[in-house]
């Protein structure tokens, strides 16, 4: 660990349980009501009033962890049925906009069931039934998103062969007038039908948009379980990214979010010429994997077992107890080497120092190995340091872009507020 004594930054805070822990109910009063009711993460596209109804049920059958998430996931279905119902309706009548938000908004609760990870049957369904609903209301928009097929070229045999992705260009965007791109690398919970969120910010401002899941996540192709597997995956992405005439292939920049952040340190280190820059934002490289960490963080601020979450997306299924015992020299970056590689993209590292989901500790560490990097801490605050983080993020790839923005504006183009 990087703070004094062998300790974490947030050593004293390890065995103090966050009160969400204690039951659906409390999760909702103490951490999600609020963001439900201002439409941002992870109720983007979202309505905080379709999911009244769902708390007051959640509420009288006592739901609590450890959760049954079929049983979990069965109380949003058929919520979320009758907003697509609606849309449909709507759709049908001719009433886009209409059409539209209640198509988001069903995969806003679709989201939600299938959160933190589609583990159990009608939490996959609720994923599949969610990417139809999210694809159909972003593509009734004034500013379509499409959905893109990119071929794994350098996939291999037990790899898909598409890596599926959310993508946006702005208008005007051609040969003769590429316009720069940036990559949105999700993280943990959130997918390609999240984040793309940010599409419509980053249109204004004249960037394409390309939302990619990292592995074990949504639809990546890429094996879970194996640590080069990302390197395979994103080589296909920037093949094709740089086979498109209307987007720059010199401004081309990554922005990481939360589990993401470590696939973004491992880029930058793994294709230190392809990016013009790579921004890990609430990642981590390798105190995240130790044991002590993993023992502690299925009651900090994560809403749900995050080691368990943790290990189905590292390929462990239900086996938390291995990947305890395998993750570290499995994935860390400083044991495989890569953050002592020579070579490494222009690298931000941004995070609040009181991160409870991946420790503060792995971006000192970061510093301390290989190229020069650059860092920017928000004290006081928890997991990304948002929203402070946003600001110092859109700034810097403003400024890396060379494009002149407002990250208050784009910012604003966040918020879901429902109008019907």
Known sequence: MAAPNGKFFIQDKLTKPAPH???????????????????????????????????EEMTKLGMKEPYDWDAYAGVFAPHAEKLVA??????????????????????????????????????????????????????LREHPVDEVLIPHTHGIEGEGKHIPVYHQLPGGASKSSPAPLVIIM??????????????????????????VEIPGTGDSPALASDPTSPDREWSSLLDWVDAQEAIDSKRVAVWAFSTGGFYAI?????????????????GGCHHMFDREWLDHVNHLEYPFDLANTLAYKFGYGDDVEKFKAEASDKFSLLKDGTLDKPECARLLLVNGTEDEIFPIDDYYLAL???????????????????????FIIMNWLYKLFGIQGNAGQQLATMPFKPKF
């Not at 939600?112 to 996959?124: C, L, N």
Request: hydrophobic content about 40%; glycine content about 10%.
């Open 21 to 55: 822990h204690e039951s659906f109910e409390q999760l909702w009063e103490t951490k999600w009501k609020k963001p439900a009711q201002m439409g941002v993460y992870p109720f983007m596209f979202s309505a905080a009033s379709d999911f009244e109804p769902i708390v």
């Open 86 to 139: 609606t849309a449909e309706a709507a759709e049908a009548a001719g009433e886009r906009e209409k059409a539209s938000e209640y198509y988001l908004r069903a995969s806003g609760v679709y989201r939600i069931s299938r959160f933190p990870a589609p583990r159990s049957e009608k939490q996959r369904a609720a994923w599949a039934k969610g990417k139809e609903a999210c694809l159909k209301g972003l593509q």
């Open 186 to 211: 999700t993280g943990l919970d959130g997918y390609r039908t999240e984040l793309a969120v940010w599409a419509e910010g980053w249109r204004r401002n004249g960037v394409a948009v390309v939302v």
């Open 266 to 282: 491992r880029l930058a280190h793994t294709h230190p010429n392809r990016l013009a820059g790579v921004v890990a934002l609430g």
């Open 368 to 390: 301390q190995h290989g190229a020069p990097k650059e860092a920017r801490f928000v004290p006081g605050i928890k997991h990304m340091g948002e929203p402070e983080s946003f």
